[in-house]
């Protein structure tokens, strides 16, 4: 079969079966998983002519990571759990509450800030599993918590475990390529000082589609959590939510420029994290009404899950009210070990010369390794272990927080253990795994998304980066999919291929708010199950405004400005964000205020 068009539908099924089960028809992600897994299989074998083994070997490689991802989530679970049973939860909480109860900004300092320089340290979905646990234990609905660790999951991954995705996927995605060799050539640099050069542009890309995250964070909070659903609530931090971007883009891009791909992130995330909690201590500005959820009691069903929000405010082992100190410890050393274990070079050696796999699975030449102690979820462990003496634990408390982490695993084993698989077999198709001719079918869709391009490809480039995240779960391995297909779509335009790659680097990044199996063990941190679906449906919006813009900045960089699509969509972008806000002030001001605002006659509270 040589017709493109009903290739590329056909690849396309099982990502569309899966997305129609989980938003459509708001399937839990335990029975979408298993049915895209049986879809893609059968196009595998029956359409590219996959071999049986490679099927089996593939399915084996999915398990192996899907292993390494629960063993993560498990890490997360019981690190949540023993600061519950220890008390230092509620010390947590003060910390913040203390700054201000405003949820926005804790959402803000907590997931934007805290999750992007854990990110820059780990990657690979940690942020998530740290910042949705957190939310959750300062009173956040669990759906709101996992949805803002889903959010941030944006600007920070592209230069995420110190610079992964770039250095790794980028690099390894076009190493050994003639053209991409002769290109080196013409520009008379080294293999390294490219991939700067393509990192470079792909952080000053986040910095300008980063900007209003915060925002978007503060307003789909209010918009789908609050009391009267009112999404024009989160405008009024409009200034504070903006100084935040900034304190976090800014120092971002001079890190990279003046340090390199591997600090972008890790040290942006920090330096904005420090700026925003001394100025938000002083009262810079923050809003002068605080925002909060409504009363538990009028919370939707599907808003929780089976860990409740705010549980362990009781006091420390040891009878006495937690110091600040030592209630924050955990989460430091956490920090600190992850840095450590990534930037110190003897350390990261012996951490990952201990591997558990194959680089062979039944002889098929598909590899699949995971370095258990390299792991964030051997730092879970860790701190775990550090944190029971630490906080004078008791052993039946210790107990007790294995038993709660065990339970809240198996809501996420079952849509993890088909979803990878699913993503492995998708990828492990094509020449190299099958008697065909025909290439995977993830580029087989790239290549069809690319004929309907054109000229216009570079509007299109940031979400064949985000389909590849979607597939793959991974920004790193959406880079190593399509870098050199993005390179070549470039070269054939006629256009700079270092902007789009970076255009595809972006994309890769702003999809790991929508992969399954990242909402999958968000959700699971925080004992979500089944709610999938509604997640994406949230998420889909911040998405699809990142890569608009991305899409349209990249295309005025190549192009210039002037009568051309990029500047169209650029203008319709920005006016569309300014309509929007319009709409929501008009639409939200004839509705009342939130209860706890409220003065008995029905006025409004000072």
């Known amino acids: 079969m040589d017709n493109l068009a009903l290739l590329s539908l056909l690849a396309l099924v099982p990502i569309l079966l899966v997305g129609v089960l989980l938003v459509?028809?708001?399937?839990?992600?335990?029975?979408?998983?298993?049915?895209?897994?049986?879809?893609?299989?059968?196009?595998?074998?029956?359409f590219w002519q996959t071999d049986w083994m490679a099927v089996a070997a593939s399915t084996l490689q999915g398990l192996v990571l899907a292993a390494g991802l629960l063993y993560i989530i498990f890490g997360a679970l019981l690190l949540l759990s023993t600061l519950t049973k220890s008390g230092a939860i509620a010390t947590i909480r003060r910390t913040f509450t203390d700054i201000t109860p405003d949820r926005r900004v804790q959402a803000i300092i907590i997931g934007w800030l805290f999750g992007s320089f854990i990110e820059g340290a780990s990657g690979f979905g940690t942020p998530a599993a740290v910042v949705a646990p957190l939310l959750l234990a300062l009173g956040f609905p669990a759906m709101a918590a996992?949805?803002?660790?889903?959010?941030?999951?944006?600007?920070p991954v592209s230069f995420g475990a110190v610079g992964t995705p770039i250095l790794v996927g980028v690099s390894g995605g076009l190493e050994g390529s003639p053209a991409v060799a002769e290109r080196i050539t013409v520009l008379g640099v080294t293999m390294p000082e490219y991939?700067?050069?393509?990192?470079?542009?792909?952080?000053?890309?986040?910095a300008t589609a980063g900007t209003l995250i915060p925002l978007f964070i503060c307003c789909m909070l209010c918009g789908f959590y609050g009391e009267n659903r009112r999404f024009s609530d989160g405008l009024g931090v409009w200034k504070f939510a903006l100084f935040s971007a900034f304190a976090m883009t800014v120092p971002s891009v001079l890190y990279n420029f003046f340090l390199g791909v591997e600090f972008t992130s890790l040290l942006g995330g920090l330096t904005g994290l420090?700026?925003?909690?001394?100025?938000?201590?002083?009262g810079f500005l923050m809003p002068e009404r605080a925002w909060d959820f409504p009363p538990r009691e009028d919370w939707l069903a599907r808003w929780t899950g089976r860990i409740q929000p705010g549980e362990g405010d009781v006091l420390a082992a040891d009878g006495r009210q937690m110091g600040l100190l030592r209630a924050w410890a955990p989460y430091l050393l956490v920090a600190g070990v992850l840095v450590a274990t990534r930037v110190i070079d003897p350390v990261k050696e012996w951490l990952t010369g201990i591997s558990v796999g194959s680089s062979d699975i039944l002889g098929t030449g598909i590899a699949q390794v995971v370095e258990p102690l390299y792991s964030p979820g051997a730092t879970f462990v860790l701190v775990c272990l550090i944190t029971y003496g630490l906080h004078r634990m008791k052993g039946r408390e210790i107990l007790a927080s294995w038993k709660m982490a065990?339970?809240?695993?198996?809501?996420?084993?079952?849509?993890?253990?088909f979803a990878v698989p699913l993503v492995r077999v998708?990828?492990?198709?094509?020449?190299?795994?099958?008697?065909?001719?025909?290439?995977?079918?993830?580029?087989?869709?790239?290549?069809?998304?690319?004929e309907l391009g054109g000229a216009a490809w570079p509007l299109y480039a940031p979400w064949i980066g985000a389909l590849g995240a979607f597939v793959a779960g991974s920004n790193t391995v959406s880079n190593l999919m399509f870098s050199l297909f993005?390179?070549?779509?470039?070269?054939?335009?006629?256009?700079v291929p270092e902007t789009v790659v970076a255009t595809q680097a972006v994309g890769g990044a702003a999809g790991n708010m929508i992969t399954v199996h990242n909402i999958v063990a968000a959700s699971a941190v925080v004992g979500l199950v089944g709610r999938e679906g509604d997640l994406i449906r949230q998420t889909i919006f911040p998405l699809t405004y990142y890569l608009l813009l991305a899409g349209s900045v990249s295309y005025v960089l190549i192009y210039g400005f002037g009568p051309n699509?990029?500047?169209?969509?650029?203008?319709?972008?920005?006016?569309?964000l300014v309509g929007v806000v319009l709409l929501l002030r008009r639409v939200d001001s004839g509705k009342p205020l939130p209860r706890h605002l409220r003065t008995p006659d029905g006025g409004e509270r000072e």
């Open 24 to 46: 459509g028809f708001r399937l839990p992600a335990m029975y979408a998983m298993p049915a895209g897994y049986v879809v893609v299989v059968g196009i595998a074998v029956v």
């Open 146 to 155: 996992v949805m803002v660790g889903l959010v941030i999951q944006s600007t």
């Open 195 to 206: 991939i700067s050069g393509i990192g470079f542009q792909t952080v000053l890309l986040h």
């Open 274 to 282: 420090v700026i925003v909690v001394l100025a938000a201590r002083k």
């Open 406 to 417: 065990g339970s809240q695993l198996a809501g996420a084993a079952v849509a993890l253990l």
């Open 426 to 450: 998708f990828i492990n198709t094509g020449s190299d795994f099958g008697d065909t001719a025909m290439a995977s079918m993830p580029l087989t869709l790239a290549t069809g998304a690319a």
């Open 486 to 495: 993005q390179f070549s779509t470039a070269e054939q335009i006629g256009v």
């Open 565 to 576: 699509a990029g500047t169209v969509m650029l203008a319709l972008v920005l006016a569309a």
